[in-house]
Nanobody
Framework: QVQLVESGGGLVQAGGSLRLSCAAS????????LGWFRQAPGKEREFVTA????????YYADSVKGRFIISRDNAKNTMFLQMNSLKPEDTAVYYC??????????????????WGQGTQVTVSS
C-alpha cells in the first residue's frame, strides 16, 4: 500500500519561502507521477505541480510558475516543493498525491490514487 506523508507547512509572511516534503513508501515509484495539490477554505482542490518520478519531467500550474520548484530524491523516495515569493492567496492545505503512470492529464486530481493527509500553509499579508 502506498503511503504519503507531508511535512514542512507553517506560517510565513508574504514574500517568504517554505519547503514542503513528501515521504513516499510502499512501492517502487519508477512508473509513477507524484504531484502537489492544494485546497483553500471553500474552494476546490487544485493542481499545483507534478513530477515524473523516473524522468524528472515537471509540470506547473500557471499561478505558481516561476515561484515554486518541485524536485525529488529518488534514493530517499522523497518529493519536495520549494515555495518562494509566497502570496496570501497561496494559503491552503497542501496535499501530496501519486498516480501509477506517467503522461496524460497530470493536472486532474481524479487520476491520483493515493493521497497524503495534507499540511497547512498560511501566508500572512
Amino acid at each position: 500500500q502506498v503511503q504519503l506523508v507531508e511535512s514542512g507547512g507553517g506560517l510565513v509572511q508574504a514574500g517568504g519561502s517554505l519547503r514542503l516534503s513528501c515521504a513516499a513508501s510502499g512501492r517502487t515509484f519508477s512508473s509513477y507521477t507524484l504531484g502537489w495539490f492544494r485546497q483553500a477554505p471553500g474552494k476546490e482542490r487544485e493542481f499545483v505541480t507534478a513530477i515524473s518520478w523516473s524522468r524528472g519531467s515537471t509540470y506547473y500550474a500557471d499561478s505558481v510558475k516561476g515561484r515554486f520548484i518541485i524536485s525529488r530524491d529518488n534514493a530517499k523516495n522523497t518529493m519536495f516543493l520549494q515555495m518562494n515569493s509566497l502570496k496570501p492567496e497561496d494559503t491552503a492545505v497542501y496535499y501530496c498525491a501519486a498516480r501509477p503512470f506517467n503522461g496524460g492529464t497530470y493536472y486532474l486530481k481524479t487520476e491520483y490514487y493515493y493521497w497524503g493527509q495534507g499540511t497547512q500553509v498560511t501566508v500572512s499579508s
